[in-house]
């Protein structure tokens, strides 16, 4: 569960969020909006990349804001990128222990940990040791959200994982960001533009405009809100 | 399924080391071994010498390698770092009776305290800014070092007399007095920041640093503390420079602060550049560029000057064309021309009947 209470982020003299106030309860869930609604700066202030001007953010009863960046991804925030950053000249099973390695398990539970990661995404096909620059866009995407779901992630962070995969690709994706709650007790929260994925992924969706929250509840009746649908989806 | 996952795991892979890595590992010690005994052997003294400068500087190289190739952090100041680690030996090679090994490795130590203490602010710059920050200190250095001078036997905490009609040289090891076995010393100091290099590199560093250079964001949300890793990297550069510098002061036996001109810092960036900065060789190569080819051309007679020249044409190419460097393009072109040269040579003659 995530509460956050009039979070507001300026840059210089733009406003990106603006006393924003949301709740998260479990499972996945869609954050949607049109361009620049803050949707990714949302994310940046979880992972502590950037510092809200006012606000608080508690997940599961833990003031977020107070953890330095690298501390909250071991703590178990952990995020995918809009532009996809697995370590290209790491392997598959490197980039996904990296996170991992700093847990205080021992080296066997780790090592299994890792290799449930990747299977868990589908990409048992792979070899663990493969280049990522080897693999295609589709399997660095998923070296990524293997990469936020091993270990205990507490909350997963989805920034538009399916942006320029293929259909078959990004089914497939939606088959595993579906999976993540169960997997792995996270909440997870999905942004992205393909209304099929948000539909598909979660129960409940809230829809970011200008920086304050618009509409939230639960998805087929948010798609179908007048103000969501002036603001971001157009008229049907 | 697991099973095969398992075993292609490259931590038990590099616990049983593959093949082409065995026989690259092979292919290095017999090439060490080779200098160590046979290569004095070869040359003549003045070569002899020259290859102690190579050794020397293929650990400056090594470090500034680390720095750019594996972190991303461009530092244009490592000659004033040398020369910190230079000043630190020579004050306790004359002030202490300590065994040199261990005067090595407090000025290794020395010269990482002080790395560190110009990384803690210069590390929150990157890229252009950091370089000039870095510039600007080893113009500092030398401005300070063409004041009080390195030491020369003489008393007090910078230990310059400078009446001395009569200046004793720097003491080696005495087990490495003479040039070949200091060049032989010198080498295996070498070959151990290598080694040390190589352990980093294949280890957790390494993997933080690789996620650093390629994208800070995604280190810091993989939980890597980039700040620290970066210092890190800051601080090993600093040790194996300032280790290089104990060295080099007992391979001259002479140290004057107009040795260390601060835009020699610049043509090491650019040597380490054209050697490679993605592989260990590559420091090799780029000291071999920066210390063997001025002496082959002062041997012929020939300036060394024009190599300015021929380094900045050798950075243009590095950075148009071969981004990882002679190290890397080297056995690829030979590789390509030994193919061209097969099918030159199974391809029948013509006018020959099949």
Redesign the interface.
Known sequence: MIEVTGLTVRYGGVTSLDDMNLTFEQGTCGLIGPNGAGKTTFFNVL???VRPAAGTVRAFGVDLLSMA???R??WGV??T?QTE???????V??NVA??H??SKLG?ATR?KDV?DA??FTGL?AV???AKVRTLTAGQRRLVEVA?AVVGRPRLVLLDEPAAGLPDEESSRLADVIRGIPEHTGALTILVDHDMSLVSACCATTAVLDFGALIASGPTAAVLRDDAVIRAYLGVA | ??DT??R????N?SRNASRPQLIRMAITAILVLFVLFALPQLLSLYYIDTMTQVAVYSMVTLALGVLVGRVGLVSLGQVAVLAIGAWVAARLLFATTQPYPLVLLEAGLITMAAGVLIGLPALRLRGLYLALITLMFAGAITVVLATVNFPNGGHGFTGYNGSLVHIPPIRRPSIASGDPAYFRYSVIVATLMFLLVFAHIKT?PG??W??IR??E??A???????WLYKLWAFALASFITGVAGGVLAGAVHYLYSIGFPTQDSITLLAVTLMGGVYSMWGAVVAALLYQFLPALLNNWGVSADWLIILFGLGVLQVLTTAPAGLADQVPKDLARLGRLLRRRLRKPAPGSTE
């Open positions: 992972s502590g990349f960046h690298f501390r991804a071991r952990r995020r990128f950053q697995a370590i290209e000249e790491l392997s099973f490197d990296m996170v390695e700093h080296a090592r290799l990747i299977e048992g070899a663990p040791d990469r | 399924m697991r996952l398992i292609a795991d490259p931590r892979a957790r993997r933080a690789a996620a390629q994208s964001p995604a810091l949300a993989a939980g890597i503390n980039t």
